[in-house]
């Protein structure tokens, strides 16, 4: 089965810097990778996501690359708030719509 | 729209007891997932379904079974609860693969603890 990977586990910014999260996938079938925030005992929520057809997306201070020859993705956020910390996860999608994601990443802004 | 519920929020078990966790979807979604999430394990499946009458065994199925006899429901079962079962479970579920690679929809989780 597919296996997602995510560094680093912690990141620490300060405010108005850039944060960056990588993650990589073992399946070239999967073709779906989202990404989602998750505030302290919340749910997961989608904020960005990139299909395999596509090398980069951006939303806002938001953005994702996708390398499919080296299956690799990343998540990229500017001018970053201290709002923005929370875990992040990465998900690929394989076979019959499942996700796996990848371990997380605490993101703390500091002021 | 209240998109997707869990039931109950929170629960405490002994050993050996049984309960069954609820996630109820109004989006009219073909797929439902169930999810543990352990610290830094990330989120887990645990079964899911591609349509009513329909599961699946995921990553972690061991001590839970399930069942999707409504299309809008979507039940976890835990026939005897261990501690290793301790965890906050998360229900999603997504519109067909028919629609486009579409996002899962969380519901707010259940926080399970055996004792």
């Known amino acids: 089965g597919e296996n997602v990977e995510q560094h680093p586990s912690t990141l620490s910014v300060q405010e108005g810097d850039s944060a960056v999260i990588k993650c990589t996938y073992s399946?070239?079938?999967?073709?779906?990778f989202p990404w989602y925030k998750q505030e302290l005992g919340k749910r997961p929520q989608l904020i960005i996501d990139?299909?395999?057809?596509?090398g980069e997306k951006k939303d806002q201070r938001i953005a994702v690359t996708l390398n499919k020859t080296a299956k690799h993705f990343s998540l990229h956020i500017t001018e970053t708030q201290p709002e923005d910390s929370a875990v992040y996860f990465c998900?690929?999608?394989?076979?019959?719509?499942?996700?796996?994601f990848g371990k997380g990443t605490m993101l703390l802004v500091s002021p | 729209n209240a998109g997707v519920t869990q039931t109950p929020k929170f629960r405490v078990l002994k050993t050996g007891q049984s309960m069954t966790l609820l996630c109820a979807q109004d989006?009219?979604?073909?797929?439902m997932y169930w999810y543990r999430q352990d610290p830094g394990m990330g989120l887990r499946l645990i079964h899911y379904?591609?349509?009513?009458?329909?599961?699946a065994k995921g990553e972690v199925p061991d001590g839970y079974n399930v069942s999707r006899l409504k299309k809008q429901n979507f039940l976890l079962g835990l026939e005897s609860a261990a501690p290793s079962q301790t965890s906050v479970y998360f229900c999603?579920?997504?519109?067909?693969?028919?629609?486009?690679?579409?996002?899962?929809?969380f519901g707010d989780g259940t926080r399970l603890s055996i004792l």
């Open positions: 999603a579920s997504r519109p067909l693969l028919g629609q486009g690679n579409q996002p899962q929809h």
């Open positions: 399946d070239s079938a999967s073709n779906y």
């Open positions: 990139i299909r395999s057809n596509v």
């Open positions: 998900a690929a999608m394989e076979r019959y719509s499942t996700l796996t």
């Open positions: 989006m009219n979604h073909e797929y």
């Open positions: 379904s591609v349509g009513e009458g329909t599961t």
